[in-house]
């Protein structure tokens, strides 16, 4: 009964996630709250240079595993990697950690309003729908103090303590300019 219910909760969550995606971008966009912009970039930074950057800023770097396409789609309202010119998300596969780490480029400017939308739907639907009791109590503030971060056309999401999360994003940022 339990699986049952999640897995209606995980079909009307990407069903309203791909909703406010559009609406979203139908809209020109609105802020969540948990948005930092690193503002317009003319680099030529590209997906791996960034997220070395970044990964160097990870204390458990060496343990993060990369998700599979499925984990994008399940979880990013049905979301495929064609819809990105690249992406990386990293994170703990057999641990109690929730580290989670995920970068995206969108194919155009006109796309990033998108990318940032759905991490938005994604960070809300982890937090309201995928955490349960089985996470220790203790992981669960970085989730609610989960970022987004935007430059250029490359997205960043990260769910860690403060300091790895504020590292993550002033590597991001210094990788994008």
């Known amino acids: ?77 049905g979301a495929t990697a064609d819809d990105f010119a690249s992406y990386k998300i990293v994170m703990q596969s057999m641990s109690t950690s929730i580290d989670n780490v995920g970068i995206f480029e969108a194919k155009t400017a006109d796309d990033v309003k998108n990318i940032e939308a759905m991490i938005d739907g994604f960070l809300d639907f982890y937090e309201n729908t995928v955490w349960d009791d089985t996470y220790l109590e203790t992981e669960f503030p970085k989730l609610q103090n989960a970022e987004r971060v935007t430059g250029g056309n490359f997205v960043m999401y990260v769910i860690a303590d403060d300091d790895t999360r504020a590292a993550a994003i002033s590597a991001f940022e210094n990788a994008v300019k």
């Open 1 to 77: 009964m339990n699986n049952t219910k999640r897995m209606i909760a995980l079909a009307l969550s990407v069903l309203c996630l791909t909703t406010a995606a559009t609406m979203t971008a139908c809209s020109g966009g609105s802020d969540s709250g948990k948005d930092t912009t690193a503002g317009e970039s003319t680099s030529t930074a590209t997906l791996d240079s960034i997220y070395e950057a970044v990964s160097a800023t990870l204390p458990n770097a060496d343990t993060l595993t990369d998700a599979q396409d499925s984990y994008l789609s399940g979880f990013f309202g």
